[in-house]
């Protein structure tokens, strides 16, 4: 049962921190404590929910930030094959870069709401459920962390950063 759920688990720890040890660390972390914790599941409840609540709090609770080297964990240059799509990769690859530097940038509740919701994609409920909060907290928190990530991605910062490098 709880087998099936580790890919899941997986690819959201990696999402929030980009680091694939660090990540494996984390699902490791959380197997062990809803093991240690397996009483306090509801067996009417589902289990999914609960490990991804589990991830969550051990997420904030101090697992390390994102990994800034993001070269050795996401080969940009890979995502074009076609030659002809060179411009476009190249435009798509520095785009990729300006969202994850803006997600760096986003507290560790806001970049954990919204890898969920790309992810897992959950209804309000399901997801709130997930993260052991209350649907308009869960709402409230997606609107704030997509309209933040907005903003990041309008400053010049990042939207000259990636103008200099096309031009």
Known sequence: MIEAEIPHLRRYARALLRDREAADDLV???LER?????????????LRGWLFRVLYRLYLDGHPAPT????????????ALDPRDR?????????????????????????????????????YRDGARMLG?????????LSR???????????????????EARG
């Open 34 to 46: 809803a093991w240690r914790k397996r009483h306090l599941w509801r067996p009417h409840g589902r």
């Open 145 to 163: 962390a997509r309209q933040q990530l907005n903003e990041l991605m309008e400053t010049d910062d990042y939207t000259s950063a990636s103008a």
């Open 133 to 141: 909060i209350r649907v308009g907290t869960f709402r409230s928190r």
């Open 87 to 123: 411009a476009a990769s190249n435009g798509l690859q520095l785009h990729c870069r300006d969202v994850l530097a803006a997600m760096d940038r986003l507290s560790p509740e806001h970049r954990a709401i919204l890898m969920l919701a790309a992810l897992e994609q959950p209804s």
């Open 68 to 79: 800034r080297d993001r070269d050795k964990l996401i080969a940009l240059d890979a995502i």
């Open 28 to 30: 490791q972390d959380t």
